[in-house]
């Protein structure tokens, strides 16, 4: 599916797909500088460790892309083969480097920005009565913003020991030390079934997907809220797009109830 896609990019004049419903997939690669990459069998030109490939714009539904990656060893050639589910409108980004190269984190930082996490919390309906989680928690904007605005008690998480101290620096500045906490943990292994009324994720579609048993353990009532990533195939229960000075940001939010539903 992928190649085809790529050969009718090649072929097909800009302009032709023009049509509301069609939408490109990105796909973020990190591999050894020297490694092959194969998109459903077919080999990409680019070199260096991160590599990017955009579709052309594609109608809804589902696509499966095997992504392949051989790369020389002293032992012979390693080959590391990844199936991703993606849609179109979807970023992904995978890691197919050794355990031992890649780093700790399953996603990169980058920080929401200022107003859709002010957006996202209005659409939380966050009150002083909520707890909100955040899975990832970066600087720790989104812990310290609720704790700020909203007198409510919130916690943060992140697998990055640089992360953690960048949050704790920030509830300090922000003197918010009395609501927010910030620990350093990896978010796969956080029991959600107690604490949390709000939880707030800015990851990928896939670790959204990874995260769901868990997130269906979640008491009814409690809110999910996503930037920019979809849920697996699950409806939002509301979306909302915010205008940013980097573009319009989607945020979209799941009612524990229909998390556990679907
Ligand atoms: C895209 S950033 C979002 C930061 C913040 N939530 C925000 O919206 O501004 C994702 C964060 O998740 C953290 N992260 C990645 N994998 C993780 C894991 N398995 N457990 C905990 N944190 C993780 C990264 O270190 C990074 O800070």
């Given at each position: ?28 690669v990190y591999l050894d500088d020297s490694a092959q990459l194969f998109i459903?069998k077919h080999e990409m030109r680019s070199k260096g460790t991160?590599r ?14 095997t992504i392949k990656s051989i790369s020389p060893g002293p032992n012979g050639p390693r080959t590391v083969t990844r199936q ?10 995978i890691d197919l480097r050794a355990p031992d190269k890649r ?160």
């Amino acid at each position: 599916m992928w190649r085809s896609s790529i050969l009718m990019a090649g072929l097909i004049s800009a302009g032709m797909f023009v049509q509301d419903s069609r939408k490109t997939i990105t796909v973020e690669v990190y591999l050894d500088d020297s490694a092959q990459l194969f998109i459903e069998k077919h080999e990409m030109r680019s070199k260096g460790t991160k590599r990017l490939f955009v579709s052309p714009p594609l109608p809804p539904g589902k696509y499966s892309y095997t992504i392949k990656s051989i790369s020389p060893g002293p032992n012979g050639p390693r080959t590391v083969t990844r199936q991703l589910d993606v849609q179109p409108g979807d970023f992904e980004s995978i890691d197919l480097r050794a355990p031992d190269k890649r780093p700790i984190t399953d996603v990169e930082y980058e920080p929401t920005p200022q107003n859709v996490v002010d957006a996202m919390l209005r659409l939380g309906k966050v009150t002083n009565k909520d707890v909100v989680w955040d899975l990832g928690c970066g600087d720790g904007r989104i812990p310290v913003t609720a704790a700020k605005v909203y007198g409510c008690q919130s916690r943060g998480f992140d697998i990055d020991p640089e992360r953690v101290k960048d949050s704790l620096a920030n509830v300090r500045n922000r003197g918010v030390e009395r609501l927010v906490t910030i620990e350093q943990r990896d978010i796969f292994t956080l029991d959600l079934s107690q604490g949390p009324t709000v939880v707030t994720l800015y990851l990928l579609p896939h670790l959204n997907a990874k995260l769901l048993p868990q997130l269906r353990k979640l008491p009814p009532g409690t809110r999910v809220l996503s930037v920019e990533h979809r849920m697996g195939d699950i409806k939002p229960d509301e979306h909302i797009a915010v205008d940013t000075e980097r573009g319009a940001y989607n945020v979209y939010l799941w009612k524990a109830e229909t998390l556990r539903d679907n």
